[in-house]
C-alpha cells in the first residue's frame, strides 16, 4: 500500500475529534521539540510557534459560525485561547521564552479530546 493510500484510508477511519487529536500531538510535538532546541535555532522556535498560532485561529474562527455545535460558553472559551496563545507566542518569540504554558494549554485540549463524550 502506498503511503497517499495509507493516508488517505486514515483520514476516512478517523473522526473529527481523532483528527484534532491527531493534529494538536503533531504541533504540541513542534512545539516541545523547539522548547528543548538551541535558542539559537529561531527557525525552529518561528515555526512552531507560527503552526500553533495558526491552529488556534482556524479554531477560533470554526468557533465563530453558527455551524459550529459546540455550547456558546466552550466555543467563547476557545476563541479567548487563541487570542492568549496569539500573544502570548509573540512575547515567546521576543524573549525567547519557555513554550511550557503553550504546551500545557495543548495538553489540556488534547485530554479533552482523548475523553469519550457522553452519550
Known amino acids: 500500500m502506498s503511503l497517499q493510500a495509507y493516508q488517505k484510508a486514515q483520514r476516512q477511519a478517523e473522526s473529527?475529534?481523532?483528527?484534532?487529536?491527531?493534529?494538536?500531538?503533531?504541533?504540541?510535538?513542534?512545539?516541545?521539540?523547539?522548547?528543548?532546541?538551541?535558542?539559537?535555532?529561531?527557525?525552529?522556535?518561528?515555526?512552531?510557534?507560527?503552526?500553533?498560532r495558526r491552529l488556534w485561529s482556524t479554531l477560533a474562527v470554526d468557533c465563530t459560525s453558527a455551524a459550529n455545535q459546540l455550547p456558546p460558553n466552550v466555543r467563547a472559551q476557545i476563541i479567548s485561547l487563541s487570542i492568549w496563545v496569539s500573544r502570548f507566542s509573540s512575547e515567546v518569540a521576543k524573549s525567547r521564552g519557555s513554550l511550557e504554558?503553550?504546551?500545557?494549554?495543548?495538553?489540556?485540549?488534547?485530554?479533552?479530546?482523548?475523553?469519550?463524550?457522553?452519550a
Open 16 to 52: 473529527p475529534r481523532e483528527i484534532e487529536y491527531r493534529l494538536f500531538g503533531q504541533v504540541t510535538h513542534a512545539l516541545i521539540e523547539a522548547d528543548k532546541g538551541s535558542r539559537s535555532d529561531f527557525k525552529t522556535l518561528i515555526d512552531a510557534l507560527d503552526w500553533n
Open 101 to 118: 504554558p503553550l504546551i500545557e494549554v495543548n495538553r489540556a485540549i488534547m485530554q479533552g479530546l482523548a475523553q469519550r463524550p457522553a
